[in-house]
C-alpha cells in the first residue's frame, strides 16, 4: 500500500531558520513561492533579470535576485525551470552555491534521474510534486483546501532531508488532500509513460483519428469535432468524479455495450505492446536521450511539428466551434 502524509504527519518548524530559494517565478514558482510564504515561511526568488516573470515577483512583493544569487542565499534551492533548461542553468549558476548540508529540490525528477544534474554528495536532494498545474494549486490554497502531490528523497546527507520534503509540502498546501511517498524513479518513469500513452499523445491522436476516420466518411467536420473532441471532456469529468465504472452506469446502454465491445478493437494487443516499447524507451533513458538532443537543437523538430497541427482541420472547426459556444473569444 501507497504511504500518504497528511497535516498531522508534516511539521513547519522543520522549515525555521531556513530560506527557500525558488528558482524561476512560472507555473508552479509563482504558486509554490506564494503558498510557501503564506504558510509562513522565507520565502526568495530568483529568475532570469528584467523578464516578465521578474517584474511581476517583484509586484508580488518577493526579493528576487538573479538565479546564482538566489541559490546563494537559499538554504532550500527549488528549481522550477523547464526540465530542458535545468541542466545548463544548474552547471553555470546553481552548482556553486551546493555547499555542504543544503537542500536541493525538484517538483519533477526528470534531470536527477537521468543523470543530466549530479548533485554534490553532501546535500540533500528531494522532491515535492503537486498533481496539478499551478494555478490550481495557488486557488485550491486561498480556498483552504489544496492539491494531491507525491513526495521523494533521493539523497539524504543530514537525516532530516524527508522532514525538510514534508514541511514544504504542508507549506503548499498537498498535505491537506495527501503526499504520497515515492522514489524520483517511479514519479519520472510513471510520469513520462503517462504523457506519451494516454494524457497528451495518446488521448490526442485518438482524437484526430477518429474525427478524420468521420469527415473522410463524408460526415461534416463539426459534428465529427463534436463527437469526437466536445463530448470527451463530459466523459472525462464523469470519469474523474466517479471512476471509470461510474462513468460506465452515467451514459447510456448503448454507449456502454458498443464501448465495451468496441474499445478493445482499437487499443488491442498491438496497442499494448506498443506501449510497452514506449514504457522501454522511457526506462532505459532513450526517451530521455532523444529530448536533450532535441533541446540541443532548439526544439527544431518540434516546432515543425506544433506548425503541421495547428494546421489540421480539427484545429480550424474547433477555433470556430468555441467561438460560436462562447467558450473562446
Same mark, same amino acid.
Given at each position: 500500500? =501507497? $504511504?500518504?502524509?497528511?497535516? $498531522? !504527519? =508534516?511539521d513547519l518548524g522543520a522549515l525555521r531558520g531556513k530560506t527557500t530559494a525558488i528558482i524561476g517565478y512560472g507555473n508552479q514558482g509563482h504558486a509554490q513561492a506564494n503558498n510557501l510564504r503564506d504558510s509562513g515561511c522565507e520565502v526568495i526568488v530568483g529568475n532570469v533579470r528584467g523578464d516578465r516573470y521578474w517584474g511581476q515577483a517583484l509586484a !508580488?512583493?518577493?526579493? #528576487?535576485? /538573479?538565479? *546564482? /544569487? +538566489? *541559490? $546563494?542565499r537559499g538554504d532550500i534551492v527549488h528549481v522550477l525551470i523547464p526540465d530542458e533548461y535545468q541542466a545548463q542553468v544548474y552547471r553555470e549558476q546553481i552548482s556553486h552555491a551546493m555547499t555542504r548540508g543544503k537542500t536541493l529540490c525538484f517538483s519533477h525528477g526528470f534531470n536527477i534521474h537521468f543523470k543530466q544534474i549530479v548533485p554534490p554528495r553532501d546535500v540533500d536532494v528531494i522532491m515535492i510534486a503537486p498533481k496539478a498545474p499551478g494555478a490550481i494549486l495557488r486557488r485550491m490554497y486561498q480556498q483552504g483546501s489544496g492539491v494531491p502531490g507525491?513526495? +521523494?528523497?533521493?539523497?539524504?546527507? @543530514?537525516?532530516? *532531508?524527508?522532514q525538510v520534503a514534508l514541511a514544504l509540502a504542508k507549506g503548499i498546501g498537498l498535505t491537506r488532500i495527501g503526499v504520497v511517498e515515492t522514489t524520483f524513479r517511479e514519479e #519520472?518513469? @510513471? !510520469?513520462?509513460?503517462?504523457?506519451?500513452v494516454v494524457l497528451v499523445?495518446? #488521448?490526442?491522436e485518438l482524437i484526430k483519428a477518429g474525427f478524420e476516420t468521420l469527415v473522410d466518411a463524408g460526415y461534416q467536420p463539426e459534428i465529427a469535432y463534436f463527437e469526437c473532441l466536445n463530448e470527451l471532456k463530459l466523459i472525462v469529468d464523469l470519469i474523474y468524479e466517479r471512476g471509470i465504472e461510474g462513468m460506465m452506469a452515467a451514459v447510456s446502454n448503448t454507449a456502454e455495450y458498443g464501448g465495451r465491445t468496441r474499445g478493445k478493437w482499437v487499443i488491442d494487443e498491438r496497442a499494448r505492446e506498443v506501449m510497452k516499447k514506449i514504457l522501454a524507451d #522511457?526506462?532505459?533513458g +532513450?526517451? =530521455?536521450?532523444?529530448? *536533450? /538532443? /532535441?533541446s540541443q537543437h532548439e526544439i527544431q523538430n518540434l516546432k515543425r511539428m506544433r506548425e503541421a497541427a495547428r494546421e489540421h482541420l480539427i484545429e480550424r472547426v474547433g477555433q470556430e466551434l468555441?467561438?460560436? +459556444?462562447?467558450i473562446e473569444k
Open positions: 500500500m =501507497a $504511504k500518504i502524509y497528511y497535516e $498531522k !504527519d =508534516a !508580488d512583493g518577493f526579493d #528576487v535576485f /538573479e538565479i *546564482a /544569487e +538566489a *541559490a $546563494k507525491l513526495l +521523494a528523497v533521493a539523497q539524504d546527507y @543530514t537525516g532530516l *532531508a524527508k #519520472v518513469e @510513471t !510520469d513520462l509513460f503517462g504523457e506519451q499523445g495518446g #488521448v490526442s #522511457v526506462q532505459s +532513450a526517451f =530521455a536521450k532523444e529530448w *536533450a /538532443e /532535441e468555441r467561438k460560436w +459556444a462562447g
